[in-house]
């Protein structure tokens, strides 16, 4: 079992910038893969960025690419989404997620077996 907790969500210009955390209740070097997803109102959730713990690969989705970062701090068992130039449309809800089996992890939210509660973003041109 793992629970996780977001953070660093609020209300920002476009151009501005946010640091998402999400703090995990285990060792996350004990998780195979984590990820950040985000659910606008009426949109389906999208996969934004993933990680593998262990080596710290990383994948973005297009719409963040070279503006979002994910990252992973095992000292402190927490994920994090470094969220730069940030846009209208980036507002949505922002949720972890990890994976605690192998195998290739993707941004599909079906892989994911555990979700915290989300942390709102809202970006205002």
């Known amino acids: 079992q793992v629970q996780l907790e977001e953070s660093g969500g609020g209300s920002v210009q476009a151009g501005g910038s946010l640091r998402l955390s999400c703090a995990a209740s285990?060792?996350?070097?004990?998780?195979?893969?984590m990820g950040w997803f985000r659910q606008a109102p009426g949109k389906e959730r999208e996969g934004v960025a993933r990680?593998?713990?262990?080596?710290?690969?990383?994948e973005h989705g297009d719409s963040v690419k070279g503006r979002f970062t994910i990252s992973r701090d095992t000292a402190k068992n927490t994920l994090y989404l470094q969220m730069n130039s940030l846009k209208p449309e980036d507002t949505a809800m922002y949720f972890c997620?990890?994976?605690?089996?192998?195998?290739?992890?993707?941004?599909?939210?079906?892989?994911?077996?555990?979700w915290g509660q989300g942390t709102q973003v809202t970006v205002s041109s």
């Open positions: 990680i593998y713990i262990g080596s710290g690969n990383t």
């Open positions: 997620a990890a994976r605690l089996r192998g195998g290739y992890c993707s941004r599909e939210a079906t892989e994911f077996s555990y």
């Open positions: 285990r060792r996350i070097t004990s998780i195979y893969c």
